[in-house]
């Protein structure tokens, strides 16, 4: 405090002799009192300029860049058909090469998906059913995209990392006039940013069907959920239903109208997503036991792992 009273001193042209002997005991204080509060000022200010909404989505999207292996448990609730639908897994993943292991929790099930480079891009599926083999399943499919919001390549955190910088570049979104943010948010043992970001653009729209294609096709090329496909159009039973050139179906322009993402302040990545639309909440990620680049043995993408039972 002393040196940043000093400085300022100089800064002004104020020698020690002014100080001392030309100005009374009153104009003394005051300029102490003023010296303080532009260093309390500046304190502020420069927090502020590190941790405001740009910085924290800035380093969050670099911390994502950078994690190259990932395991945690993630507790989803995803709205289908009008009822929120409650389910948790565990995951191991490698983005290269690309490897994933996923367990069913609850429902306790205790399936199993696993993607290695013997597999890929098929999933080698153990859904302990009697009688039930091991089976080579599309990621993309029916079976493991059944009353699912995403498929297994979409798990952990790029996918709505792309999401939010596809919106970024498509509206020329600045972050400062679009989010909301809270410094003091605690989600479970961590603590965090609670960022909301509104998305002014979001509108329900008619879209024509350019060509033979899916929900799921169609989604992945506009950057939308397919099940908001499904919600949106009473003929529309499923994310494999055909779509024909020509059809005329009812979509959201956007993947979402709010999306909260709960930050943690050490790791800076999120620990809690929640996605919103026209309706109300549509989806929510909270992520558990969470380890970033945590060093897998080679056997544990393999079906013979001793902790696997396919």
Same mark, same amino acid.
């Given at each position: 405090?002393?040196?940043?009273?000093?400085?300022?001193?100089?800064?002004?042209?104020?020698?020690?002799?002014?100080?001392?002997?030309?100005?009374?005991?009153?104009?003394?204080?005051?300029?102490?009192?003023?010296?303080?509060?532009?260093?309390?000022?500046?304190?502020?200010?420069?927090?502020?300029?590190?941790? $405001?909404? @740009?910085?924290?989505? /800035?380093?969050?999207?670099?911390?994502?860049?950078? &994690?190259?292996?990932?395991? *945690?448990? !993630? #507790?989803?609730?995803?709205?289908?058909?009008?009822?929120?639908?409650?389910?948790?897994?565990?995951?191991?993943?490698?983005?290269?090469?690309?490897?994933?292991?996923?367990?069913?929790?609850?429902?306790?099930?205790?399936?199993?998906?696993?993607?290695?480079?013997?597999?890929?891009?098929?999933?080698?599926?153990?859904?302990?059913?009697?009688?039930?083999?091991?089976?080579?399943?599309?990621?993309?499919?029916?079976?493991?995209?059944?009353?699912?919001?995403?498929?297994?390549?979409?798990?952990?955190?790029?996918?709505?990392?792309?999401?939010?910088?596809?919106?970024?570049?498509?509206?020329?979104?600045?972050?400062?006039?679009?989010?909301?943010? $809270?410094? @003091?948010?605690?989600? /479970?043992?961590?603590?965090?940013?609670?960022?909301? &970001?509104?998305?002014?653009? *979001?509108? !329900? #729209?008619?879209?024509?069907?350019?060509?033979?294609?899916?929900?799921?096709?169609?989604?992945?090329?506009?950057?939308?959920?397919?099940?908001?496909?499904?919600?949106?159009?009473?003929?529309?039973?499923?994310?494999?239903?055909?779509?024909?050139?020509?059809?005329?179906?009812?979509?959201?322009?956007?993947?979402?109208?709010?999306?909260?993402?709960?930050?943690?302040?050490?790791?800076?990545?999120?620990?809690?997503?929640?996605?919103?639309?026209?309706?109300?909440?549509?989806?929510?990620?909270?992520?558990?036991?969470?380890?970033?680049?945590?060093?897998?043995?080679?056997?544990?993408?393999?079906?013979?792992y001793n902790e696997y039972e396919f």
């Open positions: 405090m002393i040196n940043y009273y000093n400085k300022l001193k100089n800064s002004l042209g104020l020698n020690h002799l002014f100080f001392t002997t030309t100005m009374n005991k009153k104009n003394k204080v005051f300029l102490r009192f003023f010296i303080l509060f532009t260093i309390v000022i500046f304190s502020v200010y420069n927090a502020y300029s590190q941790f $405001n909404a @740009d910085s924290v989505l /800035n380093k969050t999207f670099k911390q994502i860049e950078s &994690i190259k292996t990932l395991r *945690f448990n !993630i #507790i989803s609730r995803e709205r289908i058909n009008n009822y929120y639908k409650t389910d948790k897994g565990f995951y191991k993943i490698s983005k290269k090469p690309i490897l994933y292991y996923y367990k069913q929790l609850i429902p306790p099930t205790s399936a199993e998906v696993l993607v290695n480079s013997e597999t890929y891009p098929m999933a080698l599926v153990n859904a302990h059913k009697t009688l039930v083999p091991n089976l080579k399943l599309s990621p993309y499919g029916e079976v493991l995209r059944d009353t699912r919001h995403h498929n297994l390549y979409q798990a952990g955190y790029d996918y709505f990392k792309n999401i939010l910088l596809f919106l970024k570049e498509k509206y020329n979104i600045k972050w400062a006039k679009v989010t909301t943010m $809270n410094n @003091d948010i605690k989600i /479970n043992q961590y603590n965090c940013y609670k960022l909301t &970001i509104t998305n002014p653009n *979001f509108k !329900i #729209i008619q879209y024509t069907v350019k060509e033979k294609t899916t929900p799921q096709q169609l989604a992945l090329k506009l950057n939308i959920c397919d099940y908001h496909i499904i919600q949106m159009n009473a003929s529309i039973s499923s994310v494999f239903h055909t779509l024909k050139p020509g059809q005329i179906i009812t979509i959201p322009s956007d993947y979402a109208s709010k999306i909260t993402l709960y930050i943690d302040k050490k790791l800076f990545i999120p620990i809690k997503i929640e996605v919103y639309d026209d309706i109300g909440l549509f989806e929510e990620y909270l992520f558990e036991d969470i380890e970033l680049n945590p060093i897998f043995k080679n056997e544990e993408f393999s079906q013979n």
